[in-house]
């Protein structure tokens, strides 16, 4: 397995299990001279820390981040910074019957078929807790984007059936509800959902939508390496996630060009502007200046209490409760991942972009 | 721009642009000793060739391939293959014009504002005659996987409000109608609107489906590189494309675990299957063997006959009607494009997935 | 900074600095299934430890590795295996003077230059303790390399003017001085020498040699991923090495074809030979399958206490004795960092190497 | 093979055999807006062409640079830049004999190895010829590093025993002599050495130098991207290069800590200076603002008409005299190889350290 590393310039690489000693993360290539405290970094992690609802597994984890290497009286010094959360609340026992079968909608099974066996304890390496690494990144690279003028506005959009009103639409209710949506009557019917489905040992799916501002055009790396793709790959990275769409998304498919095109036009101050924005903020995989809007689809938990039907390693056939600590619902945890992932491709994205025109690159070496 | 780029082990790298000498790709890191023939590329570049319905663009060009390195005597050898399409249809003079304004849906501002200006003949680097690379490249890919048993099923499942009926699934239609529908009656219909479309000036867009039969399990590297956070990144690299997902996608979103979950059972003959596979052939970012299933929304051609309110670049507001030879879908040719991809991203993960375990690393050099 | 990571497969990515936290790497691509544990580390970490002998700095430093991840009763999962040693023996105080000035021959001014400040406890990232974490994922990647067959041969071939003499070579010799020379006489009069060095307060420099057996031929990936190429990157990543060569080296500049070519022969059993190995064991940047021999020169140590002129940061010049616990030699300590090196390029290409030809491929997923 | 891609940001790929249709590379990532000619490039390939001197190969090629794509109105676009120089006086039938065995010090049996057969039709991808792609690409290199202020001195150092004398140095004699060197009484000689050794259908090795000037400081990036460490690697990469050396090299590993400490110093102007240049201006892997100084040792030419033994691949020893036309020294047309691959790793790395530190990051994006 060679896929823990993610970023060209703005470079981080996760490691850790569940059940291990802890998780963390090496960022390398931040640049030099970042003001950092283990809070601007733990903020971030409480925000996806578990136990706060009755939505969330009751697991309890304090999560708290040490900061290793990489700072230096206050400032980022250009050198890896190292992030490590140690695990505390380890209760490997709940784990030990799942050895033996494969969990239905878990890497259980695939595990085993890649690497001929698998730390089975609370799903090793495809445990949610893998999301803390990316997230005390995302921290990271959100306080340099947020030096830049960038923004992230990231909620859920809609849990299982229910979706948010675009009428009712208010960000200041995302942080007032334990479920991120910015939509008080949402937010309220999606609970009566939840309870509902928890009623059954059953879980939800749902939709996490994310804004940014402040993106100034131009970055992106065409062909491979377009902020689209590059979007699209970091968000899908984050385990459960079935689907991704940039601005109308699928939607498009269903339009004509009429109507999916933004016009241009210069407004009073001659800046130009688009009058609808269908495209999400990049066109030809380079954003155009206005605001980045992408959706991710999430799946339901598979680890559901209610009885399921599987298999034993063993070859035999059988019927399993899924035991443990799990969530009823991934979505409002997940918000802070999609932003994490967010933040870590722009952040890449926008040191790449400095060396893309040769005027920029005198001057940065004519005014050293 | 440093992103033409793709793959770790089979890498391919694009260069190109629509009016320039011509387009091409190298494929380094395809093994040695893959019987291979100019043909075999050809019959993939002619499923995109433009100019063989009414329904894409008038613009002529024969693509012929021409292999300039790393075959010898009928099989690869180890070292780049080079491949070069020269572009023989230039009609410049059709450009000259869009020099001056920034067509709407197009990446004319987002290129101008990146790089400090652009080669604005027929789109430059962001022209639909780039993908002539990929699909060259993805031709080896697919030739390589059918050795391995990997097979490719791709085709329209919609434009616009037209949607293929499962009831009326049949594979052997794609080939039969210009939209490569894999349903007759759909094609109709849609040859219907887009007739409509046309005579308006106007454009649809669509939805591309591949399925992905013979991976066996244990493809994919957790967890930046999973397999399906490659091909998202891989469809996503695509012009146009704007929603991607895997097996159910945002149907998951809906759903609960107990009706998402797939249920592993062991039939018969004592084969691990599963009852359904809402996932799409992947579980915790590795193929769990069974059919790999996704979807690309495609936006409408943004290129339209049809009046728009539009900017010059040197501050006016004005309209235009987009000149020029163009596609009033793009969906058709683009099924190809996307396999290519598939068949890249898979190509790549299969060959990295040879080092994942000790065993068969020992039994690769003690068998030697 | 973006450069902390080495390898395609078998990557490592290190980071830590010397007054910090601790030192660390995270290997990442290891195949699943290897035996491993804490003491195969720290076997190799404590070749590599300071204060064994009167000429290596009287820093202490236990230099206990700790497993993360990565490893499930006793074997690895294929899952990023993460190693620290934290840093026990820090005396920040003793660097407080060194913040004003440029220390010669060391980083402090080009890191002051590239960064805008540095951290200047112990020469930051630029200190020797930087090599803990090749040393520790070095030990991983030899443990591989051993059940594939090869082994390393490396020692201190010579230190300032004194050097092996090849008639004198037994290499039971090595582990029993303390400057790990293969020749009990050259040990003796490289101790003298560096006696005479310590009491002028100055340092020495010195060459390390690797020899490496068991490599099968075809290792190795034209053109710009040579085998020596490779190695050549590696050790020359290694603080203080300023040379570096492959067999013969600069002595073959001044040879002839007649006398450098190694002429092959089959020997009584068939096997194709080679009469010399002035090539080192690497043809065309592949391995031939004879031994791969390098060398690599080390500068001496820079910090010395005899008086030396610099400058200050704030633009003046002024004279100083470096203080601190230094090595007055730190090619013996350095020769487990080199072979750590060469375990890592061989490793990570040996892993590469598998997915060359397209019969071991359909052989790999046939038998499955 | 996958290793035919060097490069970060300033990334080439190189394809293309010597018996081919022909040989080329891909520049991707070069900044947009480089006034660049097929002049700028053809000037470097002349500088490698055969047969302008009796000592070097009679095969004539025109080697011809063709730009394919990348470059609109003299400016690069910032997309990639395709060149191809076709091969026109390929002569295959010379080397059918070889098919049948291995020359010695060739790559005849190591590509056999690796990849189960090889194009065997004149070296196939380690001809020399290869060397065509990283020349002209190191001639874009070079010349956006001019714009930069960064010079290039390379010459042959030494032929065989033949070095020059530095009271006699004159870099304006190494474009008058045939072998490049900027001695004409060394050159002299050594030409005199050459003739001996062709008589007896023997070739010589050599020692090429490159000196880099305006380097600023802070370029390289710790601690595997060192600037020594990438040049190492970047040089090693270069067929037949057997040795590398930074600064005094070897000769360090004989030195003090005392000899070997560049003194810093402010001049007169306030300007800091070093007093010596051992390091050959490279500090902790960065540059330090002095002279870049590096040597790289050729072995000699292997293809030699002298008689030697070898072997047939079908298990027979035999001798062999290589017929062919070849170069009696390779040596003095590898200076422009080097010095391309020297100006190919430091735009790349100069370009990498724009985003070393916060404050040139912000500046960039609000200056905008």
């Known amino acids: 397995m060679s896929g823990s590393t993610f970023g060209t310039i703005f470079k981080i690489t996760t490691w850790g299990e569940s059940h291990g000693a802890g998780v963390g993360v090496i960022i390398d290539g931040c640049p030099a001279g970042l003001p950092l405290t283990e809070e601007d970094i733990q903020t971030w992690l409480d925000r996806r820390k578990p136990g706060q609802s009755r939505f969330s597994t009751p697991r309890k984890e304090d999560d708290l981040v040490a900061v290793q290497s990489g700072i230096f009286e206050g400032r980022t010094t250009g050198t890896p910074i190292s992030l490590i959360v140690y695990n505390k609340n380890q209760r490997s026992a709940d784990y030990s019957e799942i050895a033996s079968y494969y969990r239905p909608g878990h890497a259980d099974y695939t595990f085993d078929q890649k690497y001929g066996f698998r730390d089975y304890r609370g799903g090793g390496r495809s445990s949610a807790r893998e999301t803390i690494g990316r997230v005390a990144a995302g921290a990271v690279a959100a306080k340099l984007l947020g030096l830049l003028g960038v923004r992230f506005l990231t909620y859920v959009k809609s849990i299982g059936p229910v ?149 034993t390693k063993d070859g035999e056939n059988r019927s399993v409760c899924v035991k443990g600590r799990h969530d009823p619902v991934i979505v409002p945890r997940a918000v802070v991942v999609v932003e994490a992932m967010g933040a870590l491709t722009l952040a890449d994205l926008m040191l790449e972009n400095m060396a893309a025109r040769i005027d920029t690159v005198l001057s940065f070496y004519q005014n050293r």
Chains 1, 2, 3, 4 share one sequence.
């Open 163 to 311: 979706t948010i009103d675009p009428a009712r639409f208010d960000a200041s209710e995302i942080c007032k509800n334990p479920l991120s949506m910015p939509d008080a009557q949402a937010a309220a019917d999606a609970q009566d959902y939840l309870k509902t489905c928890m009623q059954s040992g059953n879980s939800s799916g749902g939709i996490v939508e994310c804004i940014i501002t402040g993106v100034p055009a131009g970055i992106g790396e065409p062909v491979f390496q377009k902020l689209d793709s590059e979007l699209a790959r970091a968000v899908f990275s984050i385990g459960a996630v079935k689907g991704f769409e940039i601005g109308d998304g699928f939607a498009a498919a269903r339009a004509t060009g009429l109507s999916n095109n933004d016009a241009f036009y210069y407004n009073e101050k001659g800046i130009l502007c688009k009058k609808t924005n269908h495209a999400g903020g990049i066109l030809g995989g380079i954003s155009d200046g206005s605001d980045i809007i992408f959706r991710a689809a999430f799946k339901p938990t598979p680890s559901i209490s209610a009885q399921q039907d599987t298999v």
